[in-house]
Each structure stands twice: as structure tokens, then as C-alpha cells.
């Protein structure tokens, strides 16, 4: 009775699926920046249009960052199923902090105060955002299971 | 300033077509309610391919504007223009999905737009 939606409710009761794929989305996020860093890194300054894209799709790395480009849509997918795009969008910001978190630990990258100010408004940001209902538009749709398997079919 | 316009251009269209590009996913996954199993979601959104490439192709041009914008911009300048993603985004969701984003949103949007960009400038 999860999708029930609650009147004058405004503290959205926790989506736990949700989050747990949120992290995953995160954590992989945090992953394939990484990497794309490393591939962006073997383009040599001056390089044209047709041999960037050369240098790029002949290192073997660029497939494994297209492979978690692909894990990491299909998550992306099922978050959408489930979550607003502007309830999921702005919490994927937290990759940022984990970006952050990563340099210092594998880089020993120093962190000033700007950037730690920076870590808390993003943290205090996704906290306000958590506290929205992660489905604004669910409350005017028919229930699923009353009609399964016949979504919408207007916007194609 | 005007050497620098065609970079400013092409991260403005890469923040764009890359909001649109969620856009289109989100649309491919619409079930019109937020509770079918992972198997009816990916069903779907093989069923509406076409919609999922229009995204994925936006991905894509928006990976290359990124690329190209950054020959001409410094890094850190195109980083903050980027940080406005997030704003393009939230207004496409009110737009063109029709989601209610409220003031908290709103509140959490600002705070998260104004860390990333605290955190690109440092």
C-alpha cells in the first residue's frame, strides 16, 4: 500500500529501493569518472575531431567505461521507474562528494575550506531533497495492478 | 571574450541536449505510476527503443560538445557553467513532466547547485 498517497503528507515516507539503487547509481558514477578521466588523459592537447576520437576508442579502457555506461543506464532506468527526475537528478550530485572523498583517498589531493563548505551544501541540499516525496505525480495515476502492463502509449 | 564564444556554446548545448537526454529516459520509462517489478520496467523501455536512443543519442552529442568545449574553455569554466545542469533540469521536469517541485526541492537544488560549484572553484 506503499504507493498510496497520503494527504498533506510532506516528510515522504523513506523509498528504501530507491535509495539503495541511488548509491549503486552513485557509487558506479564515481567509478566511470574516474576511468573517463584516465581515457580523457591519453588525447594528446592539439588533437582534431577524427583523431580524438581515434586515440579515445582505441584504448581497451574506453570499453570498459562504455560496458559501465551500460550497467549503469539500466539502473539509472529502473531509478526512473520509480523516482521523479527531479527528486533522482539533483541526489546523484552526491557522486561529487564521493569524487571528492576518492582523490583524497587514492590522489592524497588536499581538501581547502571552499571545497569543504562546498561537501556540506551539497550534503545539507540532498538532505532537503530527501525529504520531498520521491513521486510527485504518482498521487492522479491509476494504481498498477489494476491495469497491468498498459502504460500510456501518447508520447510516441 | 569572443574567442571563448563557440566553448561557452558548446557546454551550453552539452548541459542541454544532456537534460533533454533524461528527459527522454524518464519518458521511456513512464509506467504512469512508480511500482512495477524490474522486469515490466525494462520490458517497457525495450518497447519504446526509440525513445531510449533519442536519449542515449543526446548522451552522446553531449558527451562530444563536453569534449570539444573544453579544447577552447579551461576546465574549472566550463565545470561552472556545467553546474547549471541541475537548474535546466528542474525546469524541464516542470515543463515537459510535469512534476510538482516544491520549495524544498527548490531549497535542495540551490544548496547543491552552489556546493558544486564551491567545490569546482577550489
Redesign the interface.
Known amino acids: 500500500m506503499?504507493?498510496l498517497p497520503q494527504a498533506g503528507k510532506?516528510i515522504a515516507k523513506f523509498p528504501r529501493m530507491v535509495w539503495l539503487i541511488i548509491t549503486i547509481t552513485i557509487a558506479m558514477e564515481t567509478v566511470a569518472q574516474m576511468v573517463w578521466k584516465s581515457v580523457?588523459l591519453g588525447v594528446p592537447e592539439s588533437a582534431g575531431?577524427m583523431e580524438?576520437v581515434r586515440t579515445v576508442t582505441v584504448q581497451p579502457i574506453f570499453y570498459l567505461l562504455l560496458s559501465i555506461f551500460g550497467v549503469q543506464?539500466?539502473f539509472?532506468?529502473?531509478l526512473?521507474?520509480?523516482?521523479?527526475?527531479?527528486?533522482a537528478?539533483?541526489i546523484t550530485?552526491l557522486s561529487?562528494v564521493s569524487v571528492?572523498a576518492c582523490s583524497v583517498m587514492f590522489f592524497g589531493e588536499k581538501v581547502?575550506v571552499?571545497?569543504m563548505?562546498?561537501?556540506?551544501?551539497?550534503?545539507?541540499?540532498?538532505?532537503?531533497?530527501s525529504?520531498?516525496d520521491?513521486?510527485?505525480?504518482?498521487p492522479h495515476?491509476?494504481?498498477?495492478?489494476a491495469t497491468?502492463?498498459q502504460?500510456?502509449e501518447t508520447?510516441? | 571574450m569572443i574567442e571563448r564564444l563557440p566553448g561557452l556554446l558548446l557546454v551550453l548545448g552539452s548541459v542541454i541536449t544532456e537534460g533533454l537526454g533524461h528527459v527522454a529516459f524518464k519518458q521511456s520509462v513512464d509506467l504512469g505510476c512508480y511500482n512495477h517489478t524490474t522486469f515490466e520496467i525494462l520490458q517497457l523501455a525495450l518497447k519504446r527503443y526509440k525513445l531510449v536512443s533519442l536519449g542515449v543519442a543526446c548522451f552522446v552529442v553531449a558527451g562530444f560538445c563536453w569534449t570539444f568545449a573544453l579544447k577552447t574553455l579551461d576546465v574549472s569554466m566550463a565545470y561552472l557553467i556545467s553546474s547549471l545542469e541541475l537548474v535546466i533540469i528542474m525546469v524541464l521536469c516542470r515543463l515537459l513532466l510535469k512534476e510538482q517541485i516544491g520549495l524544498r526541492r527548490w531549497v535542495g537544488v540551490v544548496l547543491i547547485v552552489g556546493g558544486t560549484i564551491l567545490v569546482g572553484l577550489s
Request: glycine share 6%; aromatic share 10%.
Open positions: 506503499e504507493h510532506d580523457v575531431f580524438t543506464f539500466i539509472w532506468i529502473l526512473l521507474a520509480k523516482a521523479d527526475l527531479s527528486y537528478r539533483p550530485a561529487l571528492v581547502g571552499m571545497r563548505v562546498g561537501i556540506v551544501m551539497i550534503l545539507v541540499g540532498v538532505w532537503f531533497i525529504n520531498t520521491h513521486n510527485t505525480r504518482a495515476m491509476p494504481s498498477p495492478h497491468p502492463g502504460p500510456s508520447m510516441l
